[in-house]
């Protein structure tokens, strides 16, 4: 019954590539617990590509506060490519107990970084965090930040989060420590013809602009806190999804935080709400592989238009088009749009559209085969994210007065432009004649947006 109404890169890759299927939540690979080779033409482009910044690589991290407790089994326990090296929770125990908020000092106590500017911007960005934010740190270990982690991930080896610095950087001096290269994914799904689009808006405007690492742009704390924050329940939405805080007191502190994870599969959040709301598209899924996983698409899937795949979406109950990944990343996606909303009054409109034949093309060529604002309202999905946050974030009874009073999701207009259509006006003659206040989007600024838009994973 519904409760609502209808209104990095460098070992990233590697474990990518060949953890098993536990770790591997939202990575393509086999199940050896080995990495594989190098790729040497590989790390020869990235370096070239680095050339003249001060990167450290992830191994070469240190605790940042050198007086923790913790401090000496940080590292060990965090940077670790296999199950047999995974440490017992005696050793690195969960951040919370199951009872109370973690502090800021209890967080930052756990945190591995490249640079001591990150620590110091992290525990920043903690002190002004939501209450609940922080309570959902209880079900992780650590936290690494460092500059060539890309992109941001949970893994279940270790229970850490590993954190992209993209996401902290203030200063141009502070960019010049952050790798350049890209999310190994970026280019996957190639051959498909059709196009995601997200984008968070605030007050009818784009929430958070991307900035870029390579040039002299500096950035406010305030531009940095809601991209950082979404991307921070993400992560940790995944660590309640594998251990949730009312089972922390059952944990086995002889055993790894890897057994733990595994001897309690039953528990798991992503499998509950699969359980109880399930996604009910296959095809989507399998589209999902391709341009997540780089799985090689099929004649059928190439041939599948933007419209083709904005009906069973349409038709079902995913926040996004990267929830039909796993099950994990459902929970998770679900989670950062409606705390984002929640907390900071952030829509999430979606839509798939064309990819322009255009050899230059602009914003206008991107046309919308189907889309929706404020996605989180459609009456497929609001169930679902209610449960979503009830669950993993447990942010009281107000949170039922927020769902309650969520404005509609509103439909938009096909075959106009994705840009057109972030507009609250509902029909096409309206957003058209919107056109002439729109600031103008480049197709480079749009893609860069859908590059933030990627999203972190679990392993």
């Not at 890309?150 to 279940?156: A, E, G, K």
């Not at 808006?201 to 390579?214: H, R």
């Not at 840009?419 to 480049?442: F, G, H, K, V, W």
């Amino acid at each position: 019954m519904q409760l609502f109404s209808g209104s990095q890169r460098s070992n990233v890759t590697a474990i990518c590539l060949s953890l098993s299927l536990l770790v591997l939540s939202a990575c393509s690979g086999g199940s050896s617990g080995t990495s594989p080779a190098v790729n040497t033409q590989e790390n020869d482009t990235e370096t070239d590509l680095n050339a003249g910044r001060d990167i450290v690589a992830t191994e070469d991290v240190f605790a940042f506060r050198r007086a923790s407790v913790y401090a000496d089994v940080l590292k060990p326990c965090v940077l670790i490519n296999t199950v047999a090296e995974s440490c017992t929770l005696s050793t690195l125990p969960y951040i919370g107990d199951g009872d109370g908020i973690p502090t800021v000092d209890e967080v930052m106590d756990r945190v591995l970084v490249s640079h001591d500017w990150m620590g110091q911007r992290f525990q920043a960005f903690l002190e002004q965090a939501p209450r609940d934010l922080l309570g959902m740190f209880s079900s992780a270990t650590a936290v690494l930040l460092g500059s060539d982690v890309r992109p941001s991930f949970y893994s279940t080896l270790n229970g850490a989060i590993q954190i992209d610095p993209s996401y902290l950087w203030l200063s141009v001096a502070e960019k010049n420590t952050i790798s350049l290269e890209e999310d190994y994914r970026s280019n996957f799904g190639a051959d498909l013809q059709f196009l995601f689009l997200s984008r968070r808006v605030l007050n009818g405007a784009m929430a958070y602009s991307g900035f870029s690492l390579s040039d002299d742009s500096t950035r406010t704390f305030d531009q940095m806190v809601l991209p950082l924050t979404r991307l921070i329940y993400h992560e940790l939405a995944h660590a309640s999804d594998y251990m949730p805080r009312w089972e922390l007191p059952n944990v086995n502190p002889a055993l790894s935080v890897y057994q733990n994870i595994s001897n309690n599969v039953a528990i798991r959040l992503s499998n509950r709400i699969q359980q109880e709301y399930p996604l009910l598209s296959n095809e989507m899924s399998e589209f999902a592989r391709v341009r997540f996983r780089d799985q090689i698409p099929t004649d059928a899937q190439k041939a599948a238009t933007a419209s083709d795949v904005g009906e069973l979406m349409g038709s079902d109950g995913a926040i996004s088009f990267y929830s039909y990944l796993t099950d994990r990343e459902d929970l998770a996606n679900l989670v950062d749009t409606a705390m984002m909303a929640y907390h900071f009054d952030i829509e999430r409109n979606v839509g798939f559209s064309n990819k322009p034949l255009a050899e230059n093309p602009s914003c206008d060529d991107y046309l919308v085969s189907w889309g929706q604002r404020n996605r989180l309202a459609d009456p497929l999905v609001i169930d679902r994210a209610y449960w979503a946050v009830n669950t993993v974030a447990a942010s009281g009874t107000r949170i039922d007065d927020f769902f309650r009073t969520l404005p509609d999701m509103v439909e938009m207009d096909k075959n106009v432009s994705w840009c057109d259509n972030q507009y609250a006006a509902s029909s096409s003659a309206s957003l058209r004649s919107n056109t002439e206040n729109r600031p103008p989007i480049s197709a480079d600024e749009l893609m860069r947006e859908q590059q933030r838009e990627l999203p972190a994973h679990s392993q």
